[in-house]
């Protein structure tokens, strides 16, 4: 961002311009019913070069209102775990496999996240990240392209579409049900899970991220 006269210039990468036009496209979105009840898309925020993605299951009330992925209570949790291993938000990249708010919160059905899968899988080609980690049991098992039982898959490395890999955790909001942190407890391993998450982006780190 620099200074032009009095115009503020913000200078987008190739990556940050592909993003921006396929928000573009979200924000016009009718492909599926969700998008009668939306106040607004949420696209997703982050890092265009992000080494990390994390895909959450779709927008909710707060998420709706602000258009931003993971702002309510359970993306506050979701910020402190990412500060629990000293990454910021602004370092990866926040998505969910749907983006508009499925009234009342419900979850997704198939329908609305095949018809919002091109999205994703757009984003993910422009960020071209090495790891994504899903949120819950709807977006792992989406991805994954079958049913699973989050805390089976949890914690476990998962080759996808070669050459990327799908870690699962547990979606923040599963956590703020448990506040046991003993060993074996859901946040226990969700903070031992956000650890590898961190040596993965320090080992590309020292790679070298290619784009
Ligand atoms: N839950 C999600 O899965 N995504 C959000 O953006 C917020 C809550």
Redesign the pocket.
């Known amino acids: 961002m620099f200074l032009k006269g009095e115009t503020v210039v913000t200078v987008l990468s190739k990556k940050e311009r592909v993003l921006s036009e396929i928000r573009d496209h979200v924000e016009v979105c009718t492909r599926c019913q969700l998008s009668a009840t939306r106040n607004n898309t949420?696209f997703g925020e982050g890092n265009a070069d992000a080494v990390v993605m994390f895909v959450?299951?779709?927008?909710?009330e707060?998420?709706d209102t602000t258009g931003r992925?993971?702002?309510?209570r359970?993306?506050k949790l979701l910020t402190t775990v990412l500060h629990s291993v000293g990454l910021k938000r602004e370092e990866v990249f926040i998505a969910?496999t749907v983006k508009c708010r499925p009234p009342g919160n419900r979850i997704p059905n198939e329908e609305e996240m095949q018809c919002c899968f091109p999205y994703l899988e757009a984003q993910i080609a422009v960020i071209n990240p090495t790891l994504v980690v899903t949120?819950?049991g709807v977006?792992t098992s989406f991805l994954l392209g079958e049913k699973t039982s989050i805390s089976r898959v949890r914690g476990k490395m998962f080759e996808w579409r070669g050459g990327k890999k799908i870690f699962p955790m547990y979606?923040?909001?599963y956590l703020l049900r448990y506040h046991s942190q003993k060993p074996g407890s859901p946040r226990y391993q969700t903070w031992k899970d956000i650890q590898e998450v961190k040596k993965t982006i320090e080992l590309v780190g020292l790679a070298g991220h290619g784009s």
């Open positions: 949420v959450g299951e779709a927008p909710g707060d998420e992925p993971f702002v309510g359970a993306g969910n949120l819950g977006s979606h923040p909001s």
